[in-house]
């Protein structure tokens, strides 16, 4: 069972793989130190991402925090006889016990949707925790790899940006909104419907992290499917753009992705820890700081390494249905990021 969830991390990054890193002389024992935090570890994302990064062996201390919760969470994953030391924060005066010392943060701390919201109606709550939760790391860890999960994410990463910026510790190689998912679930539903085993599967999904801006590439999407009609193309397209929809509608107002996020999170978590590492072509799609479009954050794929982003990397060529999408998400894009710089600056 872990070995097979292991593999499963392993395996969602194409490039990288632990093979590299026991040629680099690593075994999961003497992988680097790394301290993980996850912020919002007991709540629905946040527990099952606890678990998932308590089996990661390149995690050697993991530290759970939550408003409330997580000494039960930590005390529980913390009984599993892997690598990592586990330890549980509560409470705004553990919060810096929590960071200190940190190498990456995941933060899946806010509210989810419920039936009928979007993720913008999400803003008014999470705005305000996602800027405590990085003041606190501009403070006690300046130099971690953030990983932002909480929505909506075209907003709170431009916030976690002006944040760090205002704090003077902005380093954009290292801020990354989490769109794993996205990618997650494009690979799904194009293996699904092109009928091909789905382990093989990349697709890149670029733009940001709602509705028209998730832009799923599927005319770079390998292997090559001759089978799929342009008809099948766009309602791929909108299932990959209302994934999270679908979800939010099935649980019927207990919530959005949950499992299936936490899994995205600890793939994404995996590839920057490799990174970290100094594992070579190590390349997921994240939404960062951009110059591909006239936007200032972009989703697309990143190359990461022992800094964080080693290099934003471009489009590729774009079929004519894609580049609408392109120019049609743009605008949209462009008003969730300047409401999440506007809301840091005018408060
Ligand atoms: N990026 C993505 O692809 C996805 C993002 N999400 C987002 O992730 C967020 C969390 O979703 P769920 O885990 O389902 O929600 P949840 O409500 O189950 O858990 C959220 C947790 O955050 C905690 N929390 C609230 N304020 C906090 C603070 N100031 N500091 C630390 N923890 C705090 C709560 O106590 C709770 O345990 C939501 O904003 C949701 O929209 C969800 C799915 C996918
Ligand atoms: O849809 C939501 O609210 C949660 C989310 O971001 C996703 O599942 O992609």
Do not use: W
Not at 83 to 98: D, H, I, K, T
């Amino acid at each position: 069972m872990l070995r097979s969830i292991q593999s499963a991390l392993r395996r969602g990054n194409s490039a990288s793989s632990s093979a590299h890193l026991l040629r680099r002389g690593f075994s999961s024992e003497s992988a680097p130190e790394r301290k993980v935090a996850v912020l919002g570890a007991a709540g629905g994302i946040g527990q099952p991402l606890a678990l998932l990064m308590k089996l990661n062996p390149l995690v050697s201390k993991l530290a759970l925090y939550d408003i409330a919760g997580t000494p039960g969470v930590a005390a529980d994953v913390s009984h599993i006889n892997t690598r990592s030391e586990v330890a549980g924060y509560m409470g705004e005066e553990q919060l810096g016990q929590a960071l200190e010392g940190c190498d990456i943060v995941v933060i899946p701390a806010g509210v989810p949707r419920k039936p009928g919201m979007t993720r913008d109606d999400l803003f008014n709550i999470n705005a305000g925790i996602v800027k405590s939760l990085c003041t606190a790391i501009a403070k006690y860890c300046p130099h971690a790899i953030v990983n932002m999960i909480s929505n909506p994410v075209n907003s709170t990463v431009p916030i976690a940006a002006e944040v760090f910026k205002k704090a003077g510790t902005y380093d954009e190689k290292k801020l990354f909104g989490v769109t794993t998912l996205d990618v997650v679930r494009a690979k799904t539903f194009y293996a699904g419907k092109a009928k091909v085993p789905v382990g093989g599967v990349d697709v890149p999904v670029v733009g940001g992290h709602a509705g028209i801006t998730i832009l799923p590439l599927f005319s770079q999407a390998t292997p090559k499917a001759n089978n799929l009609s342009d008809e099948d193309i766009t309602a791929l397209t909108k299932r990959t753009q209302d994934g999270g929809t679908e979800v939010v509608e099935a649980k019927a107002g207990k919530g959005s992705a949950t499992l299936s996020m936490a899994y995205a999170g600890a793939v994404f978590a995996d590839a920057c820890l490799k990174g970290l590492n100094g594992v070579q072509d190590v390349v997921e799609c994240s939404f960062v700081q951009s110059s591909i479009t006239e936007l200032p954050f972009f989703a697309s794929k990143v190359r990461l390494g022992k800094n964080g982003v080693e290099e934003v990397l471009g489009l590729g060529p774009l079929s004519d249905y894609e580049k609408q999408g392109l120019e049609s998400l743009k605008p949209e894009l462009k008003s969730s990021i300047e409401k999440g710089i506007k809301f840091v600056n005018q408060s």
